[in-house]
DNA sequence: GCCATTGACGCAAACGTTTGCGCTTTAGGG
DNA sequence: CCCTAAAGCGCAAACGTTTGCGTCAATGGC
C-alpha cells in the first residue's frame, strides 16, 4: 500500500504539504513547482488515501446507510425497495457517499445486535430509513447516537420524505367516479395497520364527502398484501354486492389478485367492471388488461431523500418533502356504460 | 463519544490491558477481579468499540461490498438481485459484518471513479459481484487491489456461484418432451450475449439431440429481456409457424409476454399452446395462468456467496458452487391433446 | 536462600491521515 | 539598513484502537 508518506518522500517535501495538497480543497498557498511536485509524485506512485486513516481524524466516512427494516423476516418489501435503494445509491456515487445496505431483524420491540454496533461503529455519517413498517425500536436505537437521518413514509420525525397518499387515494375515487360508476367496492386493509393506507382511505372518504357519497356504506373488504387476498377479496364482495361495477384496490398486488379472481369468474375487465390499483409495479404495465394505477415516482425518492441527508450533513435544515402522486390510467378502467348507468340510477 | 481510554481510567487499569480484556478473544490470562472491574466500567459508561479505529490498526473493517453493476444505466436488475441481496445481508448480519453496496456505472470499458476510490479506500475486507452483464471493467479495475472476491454467474474466477443453467435448458426441454410436444418454438437471446442463456440453450440442444431432433430446425426467434420483446417473438413466431403446439421462452418476462400477445391473439394458454418460461419470477405464481417455469433457487445464493466469501476472509480456499436448478411446474403447460398430437404426427 | 519461571499487567509504538502552530525565508516599506 | 508582514513549508500532536515487548512481583525448585 502507498501512503502519503512514499507521496511526500518522493515529492521530497513534508507529510504535511503532502496533505495539504492533495486533499486541502482550501488551497492553501503553495509554490507552483512544490504541487507539481507532489501531484506528479502522486500519480506516479498510485497513490489512493486511505479512507479509514481519513475517518478516523475527521470523524466523517463518507458513509451513510440505508435502512429497510426486515419484518417478521420478509426481506424488504419487493420492487419498490429496489427502486429507492437504485436511487439512493446514484445519489451517493455522484456526490462521492457510499451506500451501507442494512436490513436490521426487528421482533419484539428489539432491534438485533449487529444494528446496534453499526450504529455506535463511526461508520456512519447519516442514515435514511424506510418506515414502511413499524421503527419505533430503531428509532430509538438510534436516539442515543446523534445520527442525522432521513425518514421515509409515514413516522413522525422532523426530516421526512413521503408521497402524498391522502391525494392519491382522491386520485383514486375522482377517476372512478369520473367514469360514472356509483357501484364501487373497496378492497383495502384493516385501518392502522399502515399509515400510507390509511391516508389512501382518508382521500377516498374526502371525495366521497364531496360527492355526496356515504362512504361508510362502500362495500368494503380487507386483505393484505398479497395478490392472494386480493383475490380472495374480489370473490367475497361480488358475492355479497353483484351489482358492483368498479373496485378499488389499495395496492397494486391486490388489484392483480382481483383482476385475476375476477377473470377467473367470468367477469371482463374492464367491460364488466373496472379494477384500479396503486403503487404502479412494472408487473402492471404488461398484465392483462395492463392496470389503471397511481404513481408515487418511487424512482424520485432515492436521489431527493439523499438530497436532504447531504443538506443535513452539511449542518443545513432540510425541508421535508412530499411527493404529488400521479394517476396513470392503463386499459383495467373504462367508464360505466349507458345501460348499465341507467339500471344503476333506477336502483 | 466514551472510548477505551475512558474505561481504562475508570477501572483504574491501563489502556492496553482494558483492550485485551474487552476484544482479544484469546483469553490471555487477567485476575477475575480485573475482568470484573473492566467489564463493570465498559457497561457503566456505555462503551462501543469505535470500528473505524480498530480497522485502521488492524486492516480489517468487517466490510464486505456487493456489487451489481449498472449497465445502459439499468439499475441492477429487478427481483434477482434483491433476492440475493437481502440474503447477503441476512448472513453478514448474524456474521457480524456489514454490507456495502454499490452500484458502479460501467461504460465504454471505464468504471466510474467512485467505484475505483471504493476499491482503494481500504474500506472493503472483501467483496461479491454479480457477473449478470459484463464485468471485465470491473475485474481489471479490482485486480491492482487484493481484495477476497466472489463472482456470482459465469465470468471465469477461481470462486464462483452460479446456477446450472445447462442442466436447467435441459429440463426445460424435458418437460416439453414429456408432453409429447413436437412443434416447439423458442423464444431466445442472441447468441453470445449472455452465458447463462447460451448455457440454457446448450441444455436445450443437447436434450434435443438425445431425442433425435434437430435443434437448428426449431423455429427461433431472439428478443431481449423485455416482456415486450416476448409479444413480439410470439407473434412473429406463431405466423411463421402456426403448427407450434409449444413455446419455450429463456426468460419469465419475456414468457408473461408471449402468453399475454397469444392470449389478445385468441390463443388459449395452455390449451392451444403451452408456455414455459425461466427464473420463477415471484409475479409468475400471480399471472394468469402461473407459469410454468424454472427455479434457480435465488434465496440461497446470498448465504452461500457470502459464506464462500468468509472462508477465503479466513485464508481458505472456498469450493466453487453450482447449484441444480428446479423445475416448477404450474399451469401454463399441458400434455399435447390426441387430436393435436395424431394431427402433429401425420404432418 | 537463590535463581529461573510464570502470571499479570503497563509502556509505547504503530496504523495513515489531518491540522494547529511555529519556523524560516523573502519582500517590501520606511 | 531595520523591522514587519506575508508566503511557504515542516513539526508534532491527535483520532481510538491493537499489540510487541518489557517490567514487576510472586512462586516454585533446588
Redesign the pocket.
Known amino acids: 500500500?502507498v501512503?502519503?508518506?512514499d507521496v511526500a518522500k518522493r515529492a521530497?517535501?513534508?507529510?504535511?504539504?503532502a496533505?495539504?495538497i492533495?486533499?486541502?480543497s482550501t488551497k492553501?498557498?503553495?509554490?507552483e513547482?512544490?504541487q507539481l511536485k507532489v501531484l506528479r509524485a502522486s500519480v506516479e506512485l498510485g497513490?489512493?488515501?486511505?479512507f479509514v486513516?481519513?475517518a478516523?481524524?475527521?470523524g466523517k466516512t463518507r458513509i451513510v446507510a440505508a435502512v429497510f427494516p426486515r419484518i417478521y423476516d420478509t426481506p424488504f418489501t419487493a420492487l419498490a425497495s429496489l427502486q429507492i435503494l437504485s436511487g439512493i445509491e446514484a445519489y451517493c456515487s455522484e456526490n462521492g457517499y457510499h451506500l451501507l445496505l442494512s436490513a436490521p431483524q426487528v421482533s419484539s420491540g428489539k432491534v438485533d445486535s449487529n444494528f446496534n454496533n453499526l450504529l455506535a461503529s463511526g461508520y456512519l455519517d447519516g442514515l435514511i430509513i424506510d418506515s414502511h413498517f413499524d421503527i419505533d425500536p430503531i428509532m430509538t436505537a438510534l436516539r442515543r447516537f446523534k445520527l442525522p437521518t432521513i425518514v421515509l413514509g409515514y413516522h413522525p420525525h422532523p426530516y421526512y420524505l413521503r408521497s402524498d397518499n391522502h391525494l392519491g387515494g382522491r386520485l383514486l375515487m375522482q377517476h372512478i367516479l369520473e367514469l360514472h360508476h356509483r357501484h364501487i367496492g373497496l378492497i383495502a386493509l384493516p385501518d392502522g395497520m399502515s399509515a400510507a393506507a390509511d391516508q389512501r382511505l382518508s382521500g377516498i372518504k374526502a371525495v366521497c364527502e364531496e360527492h355526496g357519497l356515504d362512504y361508510a356504506a362502500l362495500p368494503r373488504f380487507n386483505g393484505t398484501f398479497s395478490s392472494q387476498s386480493g383475490a380472495t377479496a374480489a370473490a367475497a364482495l361480488l358475492e355479497a354486492h353483484p351489482e358492483l361495477t368498479a373496485l378499488i384496490a389499495l395496492n397494486d398486488r391486490i388489484a392483480l389478485g382481483a383482476v385475476r379472481q375476477l377473470q377467473a369468474m367470468g367477469c371482463t375487465v374492464p367491460g364488466q367492471i373496472s379494477v384500479i390499483g396503486y403503487d404502479d409495479l412494472p408487473q402492471t404495465h404488461d398484465s392483462n388488461p395492463p392496470l389503471t394505477t397511481i404513481n408515487q415516482q418511487l424512482s424520485n425518492w432515492g436521489p431527493l431523500a439523499m438530497n436532504m441527508l447531504l443538506t443535513l450533513l452539511e449542518g443545513c435544515e432540510p425541508e421535508p418533502v412530499i411527493l404529488p402522486p400521479r394517476l396513470v390510467v392503463r386499459q383495467s378502467t373504462t367508464p360505466l356504460n349507458e345501460f348499465v348507468r341507467r339500471e344503476g340510477h333506477q336502483r
Open positions: 500500500m501512503t502519503i508518506r521530497s517535501v513534508s507529510v504535511s504539504t496533505s495539504r492533495l486533499s486541502n492553501e498557498k503553495f509554490a513547482a512544490t497513490y489512493r488515501p486511505n486513516a481519513r478516523l481524524v475527521s
